[in-house]
């Protein structure tokens, strides 16, 4: 087996588990000093620990005799700092220049459970849990200090004038007010508010450490705790766990993780943090943080190697669609029982209120403020809270839309556009009926029979609309030049449609026709030009025309899915589905496969190409979607493999993973002749992939 294995063995090693020091192991990270700069041989004056925290801060002194330190910019530091004093037991830098630099840690990874430092000796691996990781990096404290001492130093030089002109038994009036009991959700605020976190920190006291060097020998012994002191003590037994409990333990589920992540400020959102979430949350905490986003940069934002199609499940469930654009659902941000921070209004009608304003924005791209809220009446504060969320004011002209229109995603993801215009008819309805509004209030208003001062776009939307209309002028000057036929005369003019009659010019008449009865030619010469005749001459074209298109489009989607296959010759259903969406960012805007292709008509087209859907029997625990259980494969690719690929598509009818010794002896039994090693290579490359020494067709490989 060792022959046959892609992935031999080369060597065991025992891992030991040190927990000496588990409790007290921290990882220091340096990120704005370079690697080859240590601190190992600068002096460390002093150190200290909060270890609730796990907030360090280290002393370090600074070399004022290097040819690189400017002494009389330290000296103007230390002056700013401790001022004139002559008294040295306050002061920050007592040589009366900055010989010292203090360095404080903030943590970089929240939970640490997955890491641990190792170290490796005589064929053994000792591994200790780390209880912090830390980022040092150089601490402004005395910056602070400098602006407090010139504060100080103005405010005493104001007091010193203004004493002069004031009588020393003045008599001051005093107002006595006394505080409301505190609300429940007053005092949930207060708790998660970036002050009370900063004088909760500030109330844990330091524990202060003495500092050893690298070289020194108490760092020498505290290092043999990095080894276990039961190796070579116990008989260890083998690993007697399944592997999805091994898994478990290797990694915990996330409910565990999320009870242990400290509470932080509503306006702070950690990007290490959110990657660790469900995708769904992902999706929900940045709409709640950004309010409104086009598609594309909330990709951006997830991160490579997210699935598109999910994204778009999770987002249209915490958002709605205005004007292309993802804007946050009204009760995503005030959620049920909860109340405006402004006014004290209950979060149903902020709800409405806000659903309101969404639905104007995605009538017009402005909207008038008094307008709104003469509508849903309710305080200015939570109004104007409401537009600053997806609008910004513009002098003389309301509020505009934050985003321009996203007409890419329009165009790409129609059935998405038509289902969210099925909601937003259905809000409509509601706010009629709540609002009392009239049919004539809920129509867009013509900004051009308006006094007001006339809407004026930006730059940058004046650029996007031009380029918008000059494709689509470019593309209807295209349709127009491939329907006109040489040779024809003048165009009919009748006292219809002028459209309609260079339509009737643009089909010629079919040889089983006569000209008496065909309308569209009757119309033309003024013998007949009823409605009828009209709407029947349209929908024959019509009809003709997407006939024609649909003939293009498969034409079109046979030529992806052979090119496609004769590349990669096995594909999932959800992976050429993937594949096919890369080839339509690629195409230019306008294509004919943009008109929309569903799943059944490329599973069609595959099996026209004379493609085969292989059977392969999944095991019944498999996680996989039906897409992703859908597997194709080129049947015949006319070249001298076609045999071979056949035979092992056979196998993997009935088993989903096989071992290469098993294939080559079928391979060789059917074929009737000894194959060579690159011909087999060359069979399971096209069709199949290895993992744990096993060969499983593409797309089918455990996750």
């Known amino acids: 087996m060792a022959t046959e294995d892609d992935d031999p063995i080369i060597q065991e090693i025992d891992v030991h588990l040190a927990t000496s020091l588990a409790e007290k192991l921290y990882l220091f990270q340096y990120p704005v000093r370079p690697a080859t700069m240590k601190y190992d041989d600068v002096t460390h004056l002093s150190a200290r620990i909060k270890p609730k925290q796990q907030k360090v801060e280290v002393e370090m002194a600074i070399d004022t005799l290097s040819p690189n330190y400017c002494r009389s910019k330290g000296e103007q530091i230390a002056l700013n700092v401790d001022g004139t004093s002559t008294d040295d037991s306050g002061s920050t830098y007592t040589t009366k220049h900055m010989d010292k630099q203090i360095f404080s840690s903030i943590q970089s990874a929240v939970n640490t459970s997955r890491f641990a430092a190792a170290i490796y000796r005589k064929g053994e691996l000792h591994v200790t849990p780390l209880h912090g990781m830390l980022q040092m990096r150089p601490s402004f404290s005395y910056l602070d200090k400098a602006d407090a001492k010139h504060r100080e130093r103005e405010a005493a030089n104001e007091a010193g004038d203004s004493s002069q002109d004031e009588a020393e038994d003045d008599v001051k009036q005093i107002t006595v007010r006394f505080s409301r009991p505190e609300s429940e959700q007053a005092r949930q605020r207060r708790i998660q508010s970036y002050e009370f976190l900063q004088k909760k920190q500030a109330e844990e006291p330091w524990h202060y450490l003495h500092y050893c060097g690298v070289k020194d020998s108490r760092s020498e012994h505290e290092r043999q705790y990095l080894f276990s002191q039961l190796a070579g003590m116990v008989e260890t037994s083998e690993l007697t766990k399944s592997p999805s409990e091994y898994l478990s333990m290797l990694m915990p589920p996330i409910e565990e993780e999320e009870l242990k992540v400290p509470l932080a400020p509503s306006n702070v959102l950690s990007m290490t943090q959110l990657r660790t979430l469900p995708l769904a949350d992902q999706v929900r905490t940045l709409m709640k943080n950004v309010k409104v986003v086009q598609f594309a940069n909330l990709m951006g934002l997830l991160g490579s190697g997210v699935d598109h199609t999910a994204v778009l499940r999770c987002i249209q469930q915490v958002a709605m669609l205005v004007q292309g654009c993802w804007l946050v659902k009204s009760d995503v941000l005030y959620p049920k029982d909860t109340c405006s921070p402004h006014s004290g209004v209950a979060a149903e009608v902020l709800c409405r209120g806000r659903d309101f304003v969404m639905w104007k924005f995605t009538q017009d791209l402005w909207v008038i403020r008094k307008e709104v809220a003469a509508v849903i009446k309710l305080p200015p504060e939570d109004v104007k809270d409401f537009l600053e969320q997806m609008a910004v004011p513009r002098v003389n002209k309301g509020w505009e839309f934050l985003l321009p229109h996203d007409s890419k995603f329009v165009k790409k993801h129609p059935d998405v556009v038509q289902r969210q215009h099925m909601l937003w008819m259905g809000i409509q309805a509601k706010l009629e009926k709540v609002y009392n509004l009239s049919k004539e209030d809920m129509m867009p208003k013509k900004r051009d029979s308006q006094p007001a001062v006339p809407v004026v776009l930006s730059g940058e939307r004046r650029v996007a609309t031009a380029k918008e209309r000059a494709r689509e002028n470019h593309a209807t000057l295209e349709n127009d030049h491939r329907r006109r036929r040489p040779g024809a005369g003048a165009e009919p003019q009748t006292s219809g449609n002028s459209l309609l009659a260079i339509k009737i010019k643009e089909e010629p008449l079919s040889e089983d026709e006569p000209m008496d009865t065909w309308p569209g030619r009757r119309a033309a010469n003024g013998i007949h030009s009823d409605e009828s005749s009209r ?169």
């Open 535 to 703: 709407d029947s001459v349209e929908e024959r074209l019509a009809a003709r025309s997407q006939g024609d298109q649909a003939k293009q489009v498969a034409a079109e989607l046979r030529a992806f899915v052979l090119g496609t296959l004769r590349k990669h010759y096995v594909l999932s259903l959800s992976e050429l589905k993937r594949l096919f969406n890369l080839h339509l960012a690629s195409l230019p805007p306008g294509h004919i496969l943009f008109s929309g292709i569903s799943d059944r008509m490329l599973q069609e087209i595959v099996l026209d190409c004379g493609c085969k859907q292989i059977l392969v029997p999944f095991p019944p625990q498999t996680t996989a979607s039906a897409d992703e259980q859908k597997i194709f494969a080129l049947w015949e690719a006319g070249d001298a493999f076609d045999q071979h690929r056949q035979i092992l598509l056979e196998i993997f009818s009935k088993n989903y993973r096989v071992r290469r010794n098993v294939i080559q002896s079928k391979l060789c039994h059917d074929v009737g002749e000894n194959l060579s090693k690159p011909d087999v290579d060359k069979v399971l490359k096209d069709c199949c992939a290895s993992h744990g020494g096993m060969w499983y067709l593409k797309g089918t490989l455990p996750s």
